[in-house]
């Protein structure tokens, strides 16, 4: 079972009348010194510990995050964030290439150049297996750093725990990523609801002009796909622990087989396809479905590159015995050697708040599929974006995030080679399994 992050503010506020006070905790710490008014027996003044926005005013911080859009618009939250905190942020932005070593770097030698961190959800694994990251609960969880009008409620748990390690919360989404399936409109009413409604449409049209499927069965894509499979059909990649692969289980056989068959009834050349070339099928009437990542819209919707930029939609992925769609989100992660670590949270409660977010959507054009309820089912914005409907439904039910092992990359390699190994015939799907298996094992 995953663990759930606990928002129990209620019942923290309840505690906290007998021991906060109504400044914040000295810098570092995560509970408040009790004042003497919260320690009077007079219970005609009670002292509630509450949010104070102006509690680390003279404070900065530096942010650490990749060159893109996104970088240039954060930069700009931080003049509004100062004027209503008092914090000043300074953003880094460097190429995506580097960040993850600068990242390392930082949090390792624990210089504490930076206090936030902008991160795939895949990374923090890592980072957290040296106690580098900050356990994001312990803001949350106090009312004197959680902002009443934040409503964390609306961040959808499995995005969430897409960012727990051991039980700690050590990243904060704000937007995500998910495999979805793209379909084109004027050929079906309305997509595969199911795996096995969607073999049999793929087999019906197999030997037809427009195939039923493609599909990216590169190295760096064949994962997201399997992996999307073998939720669907009740499997996981490795038990709760992280500890042991599980690719041995029936579960996970039956997913196999049922990927090289369908990809038998796509076009060629499925294994040096990632999911750009794939979308050129879609683009071009090759394909009348696919299995795609959801950052694909934009290409297969463009007038200059499409020519059914009107007529390919966009759904979550079928169902089997569950929903199962490969998901990363990108978050803010805060390093364990900040010295204001409660103030990058308030950055962080800033930066996602529901308005500011609904912005970042509209700037970027529904560019950034936000980790927000709310926004996912706007109407205002569903009537833009459509596909918000189709991630909705996918973080509601299907997102599965990539294990949280610090060994990843090197899993994710073995993994994909083993499945490319099936479909290109020099390995069964049961001898590919178990030596995958063995391999993550040794790994592990």
């Not at 460097?94 to 770097?105: G, P, Q, R």
């Not at 999307?228 to 997913?255: F, M, P, V």
């Not at 060629?268 to 696919?290: F, I, K, P, Y």
């Not at 090197?410 to 020099?426: I, R």
Request: charged share 20%; proline share 4%.
């Amino acid at each position: 079972m995953k663990k759930k992050v606990s928002i129990l503010l209620a019942m923290v506020m309840a505690v906290s009348l007998l021991t906060a006070c109504n400044q914040a905790a000295p810098e570092g710490g995560s509970s408040a010194e009790p004042s003497s008014a919260a320690e009077s027996t007079d219970q005609s003044s009670e002292s509630e510990a509450s949010y104070d926005p102006k509690a680390f005013e003279g404070t900065e911080l530096t942010f650490l995050r990749h060159s893109a859009y996104e970088a240039d618009w954060m930069t700009e939250q931080c003049a509004g964030f100062e004027e209503q905190t008092g914090i000043k942020v300074t953003v880094e932005q460097i190429a995506f290439s580097d960040l993850h070593d600068k990242t390392v770097v930082d949090l390792s030698s624990g210089a504490g150049s930076y206090d936030i961190f902008a991160t795939p959800d895949y990374w923090l694994a890592e980072y957290a297996e040296g106690g580098w990251l900050a356990d994001l609960n312990e803001y949350i969880n106090n009312p004197l750093y959680y902002d009443p009008d934040y409503k964390i409620e609306d961040i959808p748990q499995s995005l969430l725990d897409c960012n727990m390690v051991e039980g700690k919360l050590v990243g904060f989404p704000w937007k995500f990523n998910a495999t979805v399936m793209y379909y084109r409109s004027d050929l079906m009413d309305a997509p595969p609801s199911t795996w096995a409604d969607y073999l049999d449409y793929c087999k019906e049209n197999a030997d037809k002009d427009v195939k039923g499927i493609g599909f990216s069965m590169s190295k760096t894509s064949i994962g997201d796909v399997y992996m999307s499979i073998l939720g669907a059909y009740g499997g996981q990649l490795l038990d709760d622990d992280n500890k042991t692969c599980l690719l041995d289980s029936q579960e996970a056989l039956n997913a196999l087989n049922f990927m090289v068959e369908l990809n038998s009834y796509g076009v060629e050349g499925s294994l040096s396809r990632h999911w750009d070339e794939t979308a050129v099928l879609l683009m071009q009437g090759n394909v009348a479905t696919d299995i795609m990542v959801n950052t694909q819209l934009s290409n297969v919707t463009d007038p200059e590159k499409s020519n059914y930029p009107e007529d390919i939609m966009v759904s979550a992925l079928p169902k089997e015995k569950t929903r199962g769609a490969f998901t990363n989100t990108w978050s803010f992660a805060v390093s364990a050697g900040s010295k204001s670590p409660a103030a990058a949270w308030y950055f962080i409660q800033y930066v996602t708040g529901a308005d500011r977010i609904k912005d970042l959507v509209i700037a970027t054009e529904g560019g950034t599929a936000p980790a927000r309820t709310s926004l996912l089912e706007d109407a205002e914005l569903v009537e833009k974006y459509p596909l918000f409907t189709a991630m909705a439904e996918t973080s509601a039910e299907g997102a599965l995030a990539a294990p949280k092992t610090s060994s990843w990359s090197s899993v994710q390699e073995v993994m994909a080679t083993h499945l490319q190994n099936v479909l290109s015939g020099s390995e069964s799907a049961e001898d590919a399994l178990n030596n995958a298996k063995s391999e993550i094992d040794a790994l592990l």
